[in-house]
């Protein structure tokens, strides 16, 4: 698996929407179930979501509804819409596979602040 590169963060009002991206050198997306977790200042780094090599999705009870995780294999990039965003939404955001997150392997993530 290749370097995984999350771009798309900024600054963003209560309410609005951002979509992340998160790219992959080599072969590393398409074969492999991509999470995106994220970490709030000060606290622990958390599961967000996950898809599947066949795009099934599943969410953290708090993003559900407002969140939404894709992936186009043909472009090695899988994404994150993040809509109706909240202040507790702040955080560093990153994507992985279980095994890099198994072995501590992480990328430096992108920002996301909500704030008005």
């Known amino acids: 698996q290749g370097q995984f590169v999350e771009s798309g963060g900024g600054l963003v009002q209560p309410g609005g929407s951002l979509r992340l991206s998160c790219a992959a050198s080599g072969s590393g997306l398409s074969s492999s179930t991509i999470v995106w977790y994220r970490q709030p200042p000060g606290k622990q780094r958390e599961l967000v979501g996950s898809?599947?090599?066949?795009?099934?999705?599943d969410y953290t009870d708090s993003v559900k509804g407002r969140f939404t995780i894709s992936r186009d294999d043909a472009r090695n990039t899988v994404y994150l819409q993040m809509s109706s965003l909240k202040p507790e939404d702040t955080a560093v955001y990153y994507c992985?596979?279980?095994?890099?997150?198994?072995?501590?392997?992480w990328g430096q993530g992108t920002q996301v602040t909500v704030s008005s």
């Open positions: 898809i599947t090599t066949r795009g099934m999705t």
């Open positions: 992985n596979t279980d095994l890099r997150v198994t072995i501590g392997v």
